[in-house]
């Protein structure tokens, strides 16, 4: 008998997924975020209507052509900020949704990262748009490895793919691998988003 991978939430979310966005449907859009991982073949798009009295979200959209993963974790992400407020749905990590989802295959956890960064640029959207554009947070990457040109989002990819050690890290990034002045700084990212996404 084959093991199923993922968990019956994962499941579930996959064969039924909430607030997917329908052509024919009349959703405003007050803040929108597309986001992109060409490694995965994932395209997401996060849609938001904001009460703008209250600063929540009263309702949301969203569109991908990602896997299950992405699918599942963006369906129960879209059911858990309704009704949120803008700066706690901006927290939401990948993490959260994960537990939600009862876990998720470690190698898959990147795949459920494309529905918060959608969110998260929907929400900045919807900032720009309504004049509070001193409340938008941007994730600036920053450069680790000046040699190889290699930032700290890149790091935190390949980790959230399962790169648990220095040399797995060279080998999918190459960071190091020339002056190696980065390795220091780059293996305590590591252990940091290791930290911060697993444990
Ligand atoms: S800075 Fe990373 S190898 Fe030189």
New binding site residues.
Partial sequence: MTDWVYSDIVKDHFMNPKNILSDAEDFQIDGQGKVGNMKCGDEMMFAIHVDKEKGIIADCRWRTYGCASAIASTSILSEAVKGMPLEEAFNVSPKDIAEKLGGLPENKIHCSVLGDKALRAAINDYYMKNDMAEKVREDKAKI?????N?TDHEIEDVVLEGVRTMLELQEHTK?????????DE?SELMQGYIQKHFS
């Fill in positions: 680790i490895c000046q040699c190889m290699v960071l190091g691998t020339v002056c190696g002045q980065c390795k780059a």
